[in-house]
């Protein structure tokens, strides 16, 4: 939850039917209603807005240094665009998700969902969930507005669309993961070092030691594949790059025959947020609260 629920919290749980949740007793309603409160709770906090205003400005401003052009142009906004969403997306969704679960537990909001007699995997997957659903709207409303100019200047390729598919698919995964981390840290501040730790990673340290060990011949080119799915923030790098037909040489080219696909891409990118969730889900029984 966010920091502001200690406040008001459980009071908007109440309004927003969090009795219903007793007496609702199937798997999937319990899930779906907790996934309806937090996502209500975040529009209240305003997370929803902050979301969409980030991904907003950025696609505004992509388009409006780089869109002046025909279909090159256009291409090369969507170029630039994902190479600083690869940075910023993971960061983003980790630091969207990294209290989810530690945060609640401090503010004595986790403590409440948990005296229901609802299973507590079904708390965090609910959580995930509506924060999920949080995050891909900002998303899709935010590089929207970037599309929408684009549309109106003739300029919108299916690679913008497929910029932002991949990047709801990214950002799916990189709050699971941040979700993971918020149930397996003891305190807030430890999720949060977590997920910058995390972030680094991803973004700036893996690719280089994936191209180092191919470079001094640690292991062979075959791994290159290994390497990019093993990444997620990668892994959407090539995806939202498949659909660009300006986007020749360098990874593209070698990637080329070596099976990463872009169903290849979407299924690791699916992989990587079910089991980041469903590990949270069974890892929050271990949480004393």
């Known amino acids: 939850m966010t920091d502001a629920e200690p406040d008001g919290g459980v009071a908007e749980g109440t309004a927003l039917g969090l009795p219903s949740l007793a007496a609702d007793g199937s798997p999937l309603g319990q899930v779906a209603t907790i996934a309806r409160l937090e996502f209500s709770l975040a529009v209240r906090n305003r997370w929803a807005f902050a979301l969409t205003a980030l991904f907003a400005s950025l696609s505004v401003l992509v388009v409006a240094l780089g869109g002046q052009g025909g279909v090159v142009r256009a291409d090369a906004v969507v170029v630039s665009l994902v190479e600083l969403s690869a940075l910023l997306l993971p960061l983003v969704a980790l630091l969207f998700g990294y209290d989810a679960v530690v945060g609640s537990d401090e503010s004595?909001?986790?403590?409440?969902?948990?005296?229901?007699?609802?299973?507590?995997?079904?708390?965090?997957?609910?959580?995930?969930?509506?924060?999920?659903?949080?995050?891909?709207?900002?998303?899709?409303?935010?590089?929207?507005?970037?599309?929408?100019?684009l549309a109106i200047q003739g300029r919108l390729t299916?690679?913008?669309?497929?910029?932002?598919?991949?990047?709801?698919?990214?950002?799916?995964?990189?709050?699971?993961?941040?979700?993971?981390?918020?149930?397996?840290?003891?305190?807030?501040?430890?999720?949060?070092?977590?997920?910058?730790l995390l972030w680094v990673w991803v973004a700036l340290v893996h690719d280089l030691v994936s191209v180092g060990l191919i470079a001094a011949d640690v292991v062979g080119p075959n791994w290159l594949p290994v390497f990019v799915l093993a990444n997620p923030a990668t892994a959407f790098r090539v995806l939202a790059l498949q659909s660009v037909p300006t986007v020749t040489g360098g990874m593209a080219e070698v990637l080329v025959g070596s099976g990463v696909t872009t169903p290849v891409l979407?299924?690791?990118?699916?992989?990587?947020?079910?089991?980041?969730?469903?590990l949270a889900s069974r890892l929050i029984a271990r949480r004393s609260v």
Do not use: M, N, Q
């Open 108 to 149: 004595g909001w986790l403590g409440v969902l948990f005296a229901l007699p609802i299973p507590r995997g079904r708390v965090v997957l609910g959580t995930y969930l509506g924060r999920l659903a949080v995050f891909s709207g900002g998303v899709v409303a935010g590089f929207g507005v970037g599309g929408l100019w």
């Open 158 to 196: 299916t690679a913008y669309l497929g910029l932002v598919g991949a990047a709801v698919l990214g950002g799916a995964a990189f709050l699971a993961l941040s979700v993971l981390l918020s149930t397996l840290a003891a305190e807030k501040t430890h999720a949060l070092g977590g997920a910058l």
């Open 266 to 278: 979407v299924a690791a990118l699916v992989v990587w947020s079910a089991a980041g969730a469903w």
